[in-house]
């Protein structure tokens, strides 16, 4: 079965849109999963703490309806969804589990694992070969906890036994996604090609 995951939307449209058409294109039996982060708060850590009561949604987040109508996949939640449930009270942005597991692979998204001050991972621990995650907005791969280039494009062989951790990647910033192959047991880091439009949210 072929999955294709994508994370750190952060409400942008036109990237979104973008990556769905190529995911379309490249990989159209494949089941989208979101890796959290599909909005964008608007409400940074200091405001937070100054805030006394809900804030109306329009206010907290970039919250559009043609970027809402993108979202027919399901998603993991991302730390935005958690703020700006945290910061409307508005509970439907609780309702996205904290884990997915699919096939011989975990998917999470970062803010569950402890990061350092180059804003490198320390892994949690997860019962399959692959983890699957977003956050930092950096596609990468990990061999044995060593990062790797990413090469796009080109598949990787993920089924010799080791364990991979696999950053998708964000589309906000890069139009990135990556196709899992389970039967292949491969992983191919993708780029959504860049259309005009992508330069606005
Ligand atoms: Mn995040």
Not at 16 to 42: M, S
Not at 46 to 64: G, M
Not at 149 to 173: K, L, S, W
């Amino acid at each position: 079965m072929q999955y294709a995951l994508l994370g750190d939307l952060h409400s942008h449209y036109h990237n979104t849109k973008a990556v769905l058409k190529h995911i379309k294109e490249t990989a159209p039996n494949a089941q989208i999963i979101g890796l959290g982060d599909l909005f964008e708060c608007k409400i940074g850590k200091k405001k937070l703490k100054s805030l006394t009561t809900y804030l109306p949604l329009k206010e907290a987040a970039v919250f559009q309806k043609k970027f809402t109508k993108l979202i027919t996949f399901p998603s993991i939640i991302g730390n935005q969804e958690e703020r700006i449930a945290h910061v409307t009270g508005k509970k439907e942005f609780l309702s996205y589990e904290e884990k997915i597991l699919i096939e011989r692979a975990t998917l999470l998204h970062g803010h569950q694992f402890g990061w350092n001050e180059k804003f490198e991972p320390s892994f949690p621990v997860y019962d399959t070969p692959l983890l699957f995650f977003g956050h930092s907005h950096r596609a990468a791969i990990y061999i044995k906890n060593v990062r790797t280039t990413v090469e796009y494009n080109q598949p990787i062989h993920v089924g010799d036994g080791h364990t991979y951790e696999i950053n998708v990647g964000a589309v906000v910033e890069s139009r990135d996604w990556c196709l899992y192959d389970s039967d292949q047991m491969t992983v191919t880091f993708f780029q959504a090609p860049l259309d005009e439009a992508s330069l606005t949210y």
